[in-house]
T-cell receptor, first 113, second 113 residues
């Protein structure tokens, strides 16, 4: 069974702190990795994509990928109350020729003012 | 640029009935994926269509079906509705290669009574 695993949380951090969200996936052949943010009652919104090992930074967000460990993470620096949401890790499992985007169950983040 | 449009936004149906949901992708996107989201199971993949062909299918019973038209619009049908089919149904579109992520519509909230 091809899977994407996340810690469901909730994860609570104080305003201004770094929030660290983690994800593991089962298929070593996977090539494309994404982080989505979902506010309550809304649909998922793509915030980061990463395809190569290492770090990718976009503003306050940094995605980290380690294919050898089958591990993806998202760091949110200077966390704001508006970052409070559920963060979904998504992976296109199965490598080249696969187009099925599989989601973890999400980590709920609360940023405390 | 218009986003992904799903209709209707809300539906209430009775057990045993059938329902059809519609999704219009972003202009130029040829891939449409469908997901079921429930509090307990998270986002579960239903199927993905590209150029009118189903490329991937999730682990759902045959009561769940879909199709895609030549203009890339997609419909999802659920027959013989069960109470457990109550969920948020989301569609997402992409250019077709998957690697650039998927953009979600606002979803259709289906309630089966």
């Amino acid at each position: 069974q091809k899977e994407v695993e996340q810690n469901s949380g909730p994860l609570s951090v104080p305003e201004g702190a770094i929030a660290s969200l983690n994800c593991t996936y089962s298929d070593r052949g996977s090539q494309s990795f994404f982080w989505y943010r979902q506010y309550s009652g809304k649909s998922p919104e793509l915030i980061m994509s990463i395809y190569s090992n290492g770090d990718k930074e976009d503003g306050r967000f940094t995605a980290q990928l380690n294919k050898a460990s089958q591990y993806v993470s998202l760091l949110i620096r200077d966390s704001q109350p508006s970052d409070s949401a559920t963060y979904l890790c998504a992976v296109i499992l199965g490598g080249a020729g696969s187009y099925q985007l599989t989601f973890g169950k999400g980590t709920k983040l609360s940023v405390i003012p | 640029k218009a986003g992904v449009t799903q209709t209707p936004r809300y539906l209430i149906k009775t057990r045993g009935q059938q329902v059809t949901l519609s999704c219009s992708p972003i202009s130029g996107h040829r891939s449409v994926s469908w997901y079921q989201q429930t509090p307990g199971q998270g986002l579960q993949f239903l199927f993905e269509y590209f150029s009118e062909t189903q490329r991937n299918k999730g682990n759902f019973p045959g009561r769940f079906s879909g199709r895609q038209f030549s203009n890339s619009r997609s419909e999802m049908n659920v027959s013989t509705l069960e109470l457990g089919d109550s969920a948020l149904y989301l569609c997402a579109s992409s250019s077709g290669q998957g690697a650039r992520g998927y953009t979600f519509g606002s979803g259709t909230r289906l309630t089966v009574v």
